[in-house]
């Protein structure tokens, strides 16, 4: 069975030829997306900790930037 990151990817790549193909917009569907991964964190984390997570991501978005440190 494929690890998180690899089941993630496969399935955001489907996701996004099926909008290419219906000529939806990449962005309106990036955000759409992100507003139901954050409604599935929300049941099982606090708001504080999934806005730890979002300040993180948002804080690492140079992929030629090392981490600061790494969540496990």
């Known amino acids: 069975m494929a690890g998180e990151y690899e089941l993630a990817s496969e399935q955001i790549i489907g996701i996004?030829?099926?909008?290419?193909?219906a000529n939806l917009s990449t962005d309106v569907l990036g955000r759409a997306l992100i507003n139901e991964v954050i409604k599935v964190w929300m049941k099982r984390r606090s708001m504080e900790d999934v806005a730890a997570?979002?300040?993180f991501t948002a804080d690492n978005l140079d992929p030629n930037?090392?981490?600061e440190?790494?969540?496990p």
């Open 69 to 71: 440190f790494m969540r």
């Open 65 to 67: 930037q090392d981490y």
């Open 53 to 55: 997570e979002l300040r």
């Open 16 to 21: 996004f030829e099926e909008a290419d193909a």
